[in-house]
């Protein structure tokens, strides 16, 4: 099963997130399939860049977005 999920990127005490489709068994960190987009909370306010259409894409072929991703979707008017 494809999940839509983040992945997290950056140093120690600095975290970014790439938000990705990923087979669920893979490890958090670990090769995925498509990059959808990538969310920063460090800055404020916390940017949020997301491909619309991949992400739409992904959801038609039914990957399933985890809650913290359905959020930012929602948040950018995808889903």
């Known amino acids: 099963m494809v999940k839509?999920?983040?992945t997290?990127?950056?140093?120690k005490k600095s975290p970014f997130y790439r938000i990705v489709a990923i087979d669920s068994r893979k490890a958090r960190d670990g090769q995925?399939?498509?990059q959808i987009?990538?969310?920063d909370p460090t800055v404020e306010p916390a940017l949020v860049k997301?491909?619309?259409d991949k992400a739409k894409?992904?959801?038609a072929k039914?990957?399933?977005p985890t809650d913290t991703v359905r959020a930012?979707?929602?948040?950018n008017g995808v889903m």
């Open 50 to 52: 997301i491909d619309a």
């Open 62 to 64: 039914g990957a399933q």
């Open 72 to 75: 930012l979707l929602k948040k």
């Open 37 to 39: 987009g990538i969310y």
């Open 57 to 59: 894409d992904w959801i």
């Open 8 to 11: 997290r990127m950056g140093a």
């Open 4 to 6: 839509l999920r983040l």
């Open 32 to 34: 995925y399939i498509d």
